[in-house]
Nanobody, 124 residues
């Protein structure tokens, strides 16, 4: 069992940056592949980025590639999402998720644990 708590969301102007954090408690986060997903109003939850247990392999949605960076500090039991050059279309609730078995994927149904989400709003 693991509990995930996201933080770092907020209101930012287009072109700005935010860093989201996902703090894990319970089992160590190094036991899990982790991902970031987001959900805008009226839309389905979508994949943003993911990393494997040691942070060596990463994957990004095309819409954020080159702007967002996922990283993890297993010593701090925390996963991060650095978001640069933010666009209004990045506005959403961002969720951290952990996957117990196997490599990270882009599918929400493959993840075992989820945080409560943090709101990111990008204004024009």
């Amino acid at each position: 069992q693991v509990q995930l708590v996201e933080s770092g969301g907020g209101l930012v102007q287009a072109g700005g940056s935010l860093r989201l954090s996902c703090a894990a408690s319970g089992r160590t986060v190094s036991s899990y592949a982790t991902g970031w997903f987001r959900q805008a109003p009226g839309k389905e939850r979508e994949f943003v980025a993911a990393t494997n247990r040691i942070g060596r392999n990463t994957d990004y949605a095309d819409s954020v590639k080159g702007r967002f960076t996922i990283s993890r500090d297993n010593a701090k039991n925390t996963v991060y999402l650095q978001m640069n050059s933010l666009k209004t279309e990045d506005t959403a609730v961002y969720y951290c998720a952990a996957k117990w078995v196997g490599e990270p994927t882009r599918l929400t149904k493959h993840y075992d644990y989820w945080g409560q989400g943090t709101q990111v709003t990008v204004s024009s």
